[in-house]
């Protein structure tokens, strides 16, 4: 079993991981070392100085990886946010806005929850237009071409693998929470829409099925976990303490792969370096496991 303590911990109930170490009836191997082909990549070694508590190191220079833009008001973070997504990461790095750079928010509400970054970003590359079809759901609108995740497990919808060409290749179902796609169609007519997932997997929702996706151009850093992308930008500005934690830091810089971009604060880098607050978790696996053993 290979897993990160570190990260943030299930969303469901119990703390697996951890119960299995704690239990000390288990032989553990623990991935510590820096290799050298990764020291050149601060994302790495600020990784391990976030999880060891010590405090990053921020490199502005145009071959650096790990970025940090101070700003204090959240109403300018956001624009911020939107420039780099829209302008300055695809310029600098030849990403694509919507496929290669994602969003990772603290939290859904505020001028830097997901909420608001996504309005503006959907606004931003996805206008309204007379070509594009698009529906209301919850309170925001979903278009085609927009980016959209799958916030629940469905192990009854059906899927369809296509070629560019239209050739039935696969068919299965289960779309699970966190899967991320493109909206190819939406029919107002029979209030049907078409998301196009990875794996060229095409999935078709119904009015009632589509409550289950949301806009995807910014997520919850809880909502990343077990995902990665090539850019990740994070807005840090201030939060509650309780929220505002080292693991939560931690799993969303170990998000990206070639470029992280903080947008924020540096004191509230450094406090959730320092914040190792975790709520209790009262679980019963690591007795089971002893008691089972004596």
């Excluded at 553990?28 to 820096?34: H, N, P, Q, R, T």
């Excluded at 050739?167 to 966190?178: A, E, M, P």
């Excluded at 994070?234 to 509650?240: I, K, Y």
């Excluded at 992280?260 to 370096?273: S, Y």
Aim: proline share 3%.
């Amino acid at each position: 079993m290979v897993g990160d303590k570190n990260q943030l911990p299930p969303v469901g109930a119990g703390n697996v991981l951890a119960d299995l170490i704690k239990s000390n009836l288990i032989g553990v191997v623990s991935l510590d070392k820096i290799f050298r082909q990764a020291m050149k990549s601060k994302i790495v070694s600020n990784a391990h100085r976030v999880v060891n508590g010590e405090m990053p190191v921020f490199d502005n220079s145009p071959d650096s990886d790990f970025f940090l833009l101070r700003e204090n008001s959240k109403y300018i973070a956001s624009r911020k946010i939107v420039d780099l997504v829209t302008k300055r990461i695809p310029i600098g790095y030849g990403f694509d806005s919507v496929k290669d750079i994602q969003v990772l928010c603290p939290s859904r509400k505020g001028k830097v929850g997901t909420e608001n970054i996504n309005a503006l970003l959907q606004a931003k590359l996805n206008p309204p237009s007379y070509e594009k079809n698009e529906v209301r759901y919850k309170g925001y609108t979903l278009r085609e071409g927009d980016k959209v995740m799958q916030i629940k497990n469905n192990y009854q919808l059906e899927w369809e693998q296509r070629t560019d060409k239209g050739f039935l290749v696969d068919s299965g179902s289960g779309i699970f929470n966190g899967d991320m796609g493109i909206i190819t169609k939406i029919n107002n007519l029979t209030n049907y829409i078409e998301v196009k997932f990875d794996d060229d997997r095409y999935v078709t929702y119904d009015s009632k099925q589509a409550e289950e996706l949301e806009l995807a151009y910014a997520v919850t850093i809880h909502k990343s976990q077990g995902s990665e992308y090539p850019a990740v930008v994070m807005p840090l500005v201030s939060g509650a303490s309780m929220l505002m934690t080292r693991n939560l830091l931690y799993t969303g810089v170990t998000r990206a792969k070639r470029c992280v971009c903080i947008v924020g604060r540096k004191e509230t880098f450094n406090a959730m370096v320092k914040n190792e607050d975790q709520h209790k978790r009262y679980s019963g696996l690591k007795w089971q496991l002893i008691n089972y053993y004596q």
